[in-house]
Each structure stands twice: as C-alpha cells, then as structure tokens.
C-alpha cells in the first residue's frame, strides 16, 4: 500500500514539475500563414486564409506542446481573385454563410523534437464533417526577437481529399477530365508569442 502512495505521490509531482515549465503562447497572425493549393485544369491555384486564432502550451525542457487551441475563420478565404472568392464562399464549397468556422482538435499532448518532423492526426471540422487528418508537425524552436519578446514557431503539412468534406463542385471539361482536383496540399506555418503573464 505504501508502495502505491509513493508512486502516486511521485507521479503527481511529476506532473506539477512539468506544468511548471509549460508556457502559453499565443498564436501571432502577423508571422504565421495557412496555404493551400489544387490544381485547376493544368495548373495549381494557391490560396490562404487571413483570419485565424489560437494559442498552446509548450514546455521548452520537454519540446512538449499540450492545449492547443486553433480556429479558422473560412470566410477569410483567399485566392487574389475576388469573384473565385465569393464562390468558394456559397453553398458550391465552403457555405460560409452556415459554416462559419473550421475548427480542429490536437491530441492532449504532442511530444516533438526540434526539426524532427512528426506526424499527428488532428480532428478536423469543415464544412459540418469531421475527419481525421494526419499533420507532418515540425518544431522549429524558441527564440527572443528584437523587441525581447519569447516565440516559438511550427511548420505544418498535409494533403486532404475535398470530397470528405463534401465539398464536390467541378465541371467535366471536353476531354472528360475535371476543372479541378480532388487532393488539395495544406502548408500551415504558426509563430506563437509567449503570453507575459505565462508561468
């Protein structure tokens, strides 16, 4: 019985020792951009997206990242083009107007070592489906820019197939291919600013 008393007690010190040495960042839209790309008819077109929020804990000791938080804003789509844009926003794609959001959900903690790239499956909503989407995590490190502020910052990478998110639209063109395909690349670059009142 002492036995077990002491292991949980070791345990639960374990964890407070490493909670201690999380810290909050908090998502820096200025230095962070979500890309992605499909192809349209013989080439690819390139788009992102300009409004996006978050935060999470990283415990520099551990390279552990744990609470991420991270949402999109699917109206904020992006592709240079205002009339491709305010399509990509109706009930053909992404129904904006229903669909506000693309929202994911990270494992509870994230082991990563720094520029050894890992892949994590991240619960994925858009467009009212939720899929599992396996991410190539990369951690790219810490460091004090020029104004002493702490970031950290990751690179993301994934490809997805549109229609499991039900977004089927396309046109059949003479040769009977397809305007656009179905894979779409995902590049997701994050810089994170250490919260001033984090531990």
Not at 122 to 130: E, F, I, K, R, S
Request: glycine content about 4%; proline content about 3%; charged content about 25%.
């Amino acid at each position: 019985m002492r036995f077990f008393k002491i292991l949980f007690i070791t345990s639960l010190n374990f964890l407070i020792f490493q909670n201690i040495y999380a810290d909050t960042y908090k998502i820096d839209p200025a230095h962070s951009v979500i890309q992605f790309s499909i192809r349209h008819l013989l080439s690819d077109v390139e788009g992102n997206f300009k409004e996006f929020s978050g935060q999470y804990d990283l415990n520099e000791k551990t390279s552990e990242v744990s609470n991420v938080q991270f949402s999109i804003s699917a109206d904020s789509i992006n592709t240079q083009n205002e009339k491709r844009d305010t399509h990509l926003r109706t009930e053909e794609f992404f129904e904006t107007n229903k669909y506000k959001t693309i929202d994911t959900k990270f494992p509870e903690k994230i082991k990563l070592k720094k520029d050894r790239p890992v892949t994590v499956k991240v619960m994925t909503t858009m467009h009212g489906v939720t899929r599992e989407i396996p991410f190539t995590l990369t951690y790219l490190g810490v460091a004090k820019d020029p104004w002493k502020n702490v970031v950290s910052a990751f690179k993301a990478q994934a490809k997805i197939n549109r229609k499991d998110f039900n977004i089927i639209w396309n046109k059949t063109l003479d040769n009977g291919k397809f305007l656009l395909g179905d894979s779409v690349a995902i590049s997701i670059t994050i810089e994170g600013q250490k919260q001033k009142d984090a531990k």
